[in-house]
């Protein structure tokens, strides 16, 4: 009786992982970018958006999330970057009332939830900016493996700019990060990597 017992588990365990095997191939996405599922990457994040509110991925659940390190004062890989994201939104269409947009800022000494607001607007009225305390972003940043340093260039105070990478990632519906792109990775492969996802 044990030994039937014993059998008939191990062949229903067989099925189930066939099962979920032939489920996971068959729904295997075709990314442009990189597949960063499993990493968990952007688990931690937690900042204050531009109308000065605390979030967390768990606020964006149900849409897929493209993520974005910058800052506003960045002379031309920031506005260069927001507007390939701009022309993806374009490019979706109507699926662009799925995605949000977010672009954390590396420099909120300067970057006002107000400054933030007005910056990513001008891209696209649907495009959310994040800023937060010192500490905020450096566990915001650390969740994602982001980097950024500040570079002084002068003896002022205001006188400095920020490194930082240009990466943007994308995170589907339940906030597990999937796909990492370069931040000069064209509009048409974000707009398809998104579809992947939607």
Known sequence: MSLFFSLRTLFAGLFVTAALVLTGCSSEADFRGSDISGTKLGGDLAM????GQPRTLA??????????????????VCP???SQLAHAMELLEDDAAKVQV???????????PE?????????NPSFVGLTGTPEQLATTAKSFR???????????????????????YILDKSGEARVLL?????????????????
């Open 115 to 123: 400054v933030l607001s007005s910056y990513v607007k001008a891209f």
């Open 182 to 198: 370069r931040g000069d990775a064209p509009a048409e492969d974000v707009a398809h990597d998104v579809r992947e996802l939607l």
């Open 102 to 112: 977010l672009m954390i800022s590396v420099d909120p000494e300067r970057d006002t």
């Open 59 to 76: 606020d964006y659940r149900g849409k897929v999330l493209v993520v974005f390190f910058g800052f506003t004062q960045c002379p031309d």
């Open 146 to 168: 982001a980097h950024y340093a500040k570079v002084q260039q002068g003896p002022g105070a205001n006188d400095y700019t920020m490194d930082h990478g240009s990466s943007f």
């Open 48 to 51: 204050v958006d531009d109308s």
């Open 80 to 82: 260069t970057s927001m």
